[in-house]
T-cell receptor
């Protein structure tokens, strides 16, 4: 158990809809990262937050947004969903500057 | 930004034999190279990492070697066991620092009993 909690584990929705994925980092970790893993693909970095502030942005679509709250949990919002958004979405957390990321078990999104 | 290439994409080895997975990176300023293991239905987990001030690091049956001149690093697993079957990812830091990693495309390792 990495200590990172993601909900929901599975989500099935229709094109055009909006969903919110939630992540609770390990106790004490200030950084939260979101990664997307599509079928047979590697891990694509989406966005990073550190102590409530956006710190780095990767290949995140404009239809996607995220935030980190004062209690350090984070939410990834995906809107106007398309079939191609079907993927595993991982949240990871870290203690700043150590390099090691601790991943949750992911949220599997299926868009029909 | 960093570009990480990983080979092979799939690898099958007989139980007890060794497995080697290789990665190359593009940013010569990168100085931290982790390897993550992802088991079925789980998130990736760090198994070993190396920093640029050393050329090799070992942890029991797992070792990582780094060649900074050639900009490549490799994962070596000796005496493979069925529980080594998983997808392995290499990674290298982006220009945002060690916290934001660029991952390779993964190697699916299958250990044949």
């Amino acid at each position: 158990d990495s200590g990172v909690t993601q909900t929901p584990k599975h989500l099935i929705t229709a094109t055009g809809q909006r969903v919110t994925l939630r992540c609770s980092p390990r106790s004490g970790d200030l950084s939260v990262y979101w990664y997307q893993q599509s079928l047979d693909q590697g891990l694509q970095f989406l966005i990073q937050y550190y102590n409530g502030e956006e710190r780095a942005k990767g290949n995140i679509l404009e239809r996607f947004s995220a935030q980190q709250f004062p209690d350090l949990h984070s939410e990834l919002n995906l809107s106007s969903l398309e079939l191609g958004d079907s993927a595993l979405y991982f949240c990871a957390s870290s203690v700043s500057h150590t390099g090691e990321l601790f991943f949750g078990e992911g949220s599997r999104l299926t868009v029909l | 930004g960093e570009n990480v290439e990983q080979h092979p994409s799939t690898l099958s080895v007989q139980e007890g034999d060794s497995a080697v997975i290789k990665c190359t990176y593009s940013d010569s300023a990168s100085n931290y190279f982790p390897w993550y293991k992802q088991e079925l239905g789980k998130g990736p987990q760090l198994i070993i990492d190396i920093r640029s001030n050393v050329g090799e690091k070992k942890d029991q049956r797992i070792a990582v070697t780094l060649n900074k001149t050639a900009k490549h690093f490799s994962l070596h697993i000796t005496e493979t066991q069925p529980e080594d079957s998983a997808v392995y990812f290499c990674a290298a830091p982006s220009n945002f620092g060690n916290e934001k990693l660029t991952f390779g495309t993964g190697t699916r390792l299958t250990i044949i009993p």
